[in-house]
């Protein structure tokens, strides 16, 4: 027994171009954007924590620092301090704001604070933190922050210990990651204190 094919009318080239239209504007219309479920579920965005609902969806990739944080391995105050130091680099390689300024100007003299006067002092925010904090400290979080910040894609941080300290064995690269996080939690409270904060 054979099947009856489904007769239909013939498409309608106008018909089909609206149509087409019409699933154009559904796709430059930001209130239907949203996260691919099929590319968040792939083993490679493992990682990935999504925030949402009825308002605006954001997906964000977790770090290593967000990982040991979630696993009760790294206090708030060196998450705190890894995500200061991270915004100071982004300032210090321009990659947080770019270099128009779009604060309103009452006259047209040159600003004092410009962005200059801001990276040069992000700079001298990173030396004070990272002397505080020790050279291996230094060596270890500028080599995790500086490629996930400027360059956007992490680095892998078992190596990078490895790198800076000769460490190859897991627990302690782990532990010289924590030690390095906390220690320049302790600088930049050792700062703050000394600027009277």
């Known amino acids: ?5 489904k007769v239909g009318r ?3 080239p106008m018909e089909i171009a609206r149509r087409r239209a019409a699933e154009r504007a559904g796709e430059a219309d930001p ?3 949203g996260l691919d479920g099929e590319a968040l579920a792939l083993p490679v965005n493992a990682d990935v924590e999504t925030c949402g609902g009825v308002g605006p969806v954001r997906a964000r990739r977790r770090d290593i620092f967000d990982l040991l944080r979630a696993r009760g391995r790294l206090s708030a105050e060196a998450v705190g301090a890894v995500r200061r130091l991270q915004d100071d680099v982004a300032c210090l390689h321009r990659t947080a704001m770019g270099g128009v300024s779009y604060s309103p100007r009452v006259d047209r003299s040159i600003d004092p604070q410009g962005f200059s006067d801001a990276r040069r002092r992000a700079g001298a925010r990173i030396q004070a933190a ?14 995790l922050c500086e490629p996930d910040v400027v360059l956007g894609r992490a680095a892998d941080w078992r190596r990078v ?21 906390e220690n320049l939690a302790a600088a930049y409270g050792s700062a703050d204190r000394a600027r009277g904060r």
Not at 130 to 140: F, I, Q
Not at 161 to 181: N, S, Y
């Open 161 to 181: 210990v490895e790198r800076e300290t000769g460490e190859t064995l897991p627990d302690a690269q782990g532990a010289i990651l924590r030690m390095a996080c």
């Open 10 to 12: 013939p498409a309608d």
């Open 1 to 5: 027994m054979s099947r009856r094919r």
């Open 130 to 143: 990272l002397a505080l904090a020790g050279a291996l400290s230094a060596r270890v979080l500028v080599g």
């Open 31 to 33: 209130a239907r954007w």
